[in-house]
């Protein structure tokens, strides 16, 4: 049978920024149990004028009982197609748990395949034992959502170095004073404990210069965010002296500065990966609040890092100008698209999946962009 879905997107409200459709077998006597005992089923995407915009077909499916065939994205105020594909064999009530949405109960029960189990819990990442137990509470809720939202990207039991990158200019003053970023940090190492094979975080901070904060290892979170997620004094600046750290390795911030050079940091993060190669890719975690005015800078990096292991998720953290971060991951000539950016106006009011789907959406992509290039083995 062909069914037909209409979707006006330009009567969608700003705040949507992603449609995803859904295939799921109605279930009932005579009714196939499984996609694997039918044709691959096939998806065409219409224009307004009725001409085909895009069309594929959902392969390789056996056992599954629903599918999200394919996903309406906006990216830079323009919506884009991607084929997804992704099935599950434990029906819409499975796949609509992942979605965070409550389907409707069935009338009545009916035959179909077993539910999937449950897949095993992650084991404790190494250090979260010793977590206060209001924060490891909220490490494992985190982990499962993120585990979710690249589930969502057709990523299980992938594994990544992750960096976290925090601005420190002195607009995001107010941002620090009222506990943001630190907050921002926490929901971060759930990003890292579940995809770093020990939970360890590298990270930086910068304004005017860079500087490497100590690495976060999990279970010395309370003590790092306390120590290492801070501003800088807004006078005496050493203008020509590198960030100095303490015995206790917090960096000197008032020799951090008060301005935004964010080509800076991403050249001094480039060349921590060139000289500490792994064989895993990198997830970068680029937190601003904009002002950004080196656009032809910033530019140079990221098109030089488009040949390396290393994909670039920044999020803006408020209304400002972000200049070429916006609009760079639509610039060609790049071996692939190793940026992503998105921003939000107040971090604090996004819960934790909607963070997560946002800020992974775009991973899933270049991973496998990049290992079809060769930039990952």
Known sequence: PTHRLAVDLGALPSAATRLDLFLALPGGPGAPARFGALAAPRVHLLGPGGEKAAGFAVTGLAEETAVVAVELYRRNGAWKIRAVGQGYDHGFAGLAADFGLTPAPPRAPRPGPAPRPAPPARPQTRGEELLPADMGERLSLRK?????????????????????????????????????????????????????????????????RPARLPDLHLGELPEWLRLHVRVGQLGVIGRKKRPKSRADGQVDMRTVGIQNEEQKVIADVRAYVRDHPVPLPTLVLFFSDGGVYRSKEIERELRAAADEPVFWQFVGLGRSHYGVLEYFDTLPGRTVDNVGFFAVDDVDQVADPELYDRLLSEFPLWLGAAREAGVLR
């Open 144 to 208: 499962q959502q993120v585990a979710t939202s690249l589930r969502k990207g057709g990523l299980t039991g992938v594994t990544a170095r992750v960096i976290l990158v925090l601005d420190a200019s002195g607009s995001m003053s107010g941002l620090y004073a009222k506990g943001t970023v630190a907050r921002v940090a926490e929901r971060m190492a759930a990003v890292a404990a579940l995809l770093d094979d020990d939970g360890t975080m590298q990270a930086w901070t910068f304004a005017t």
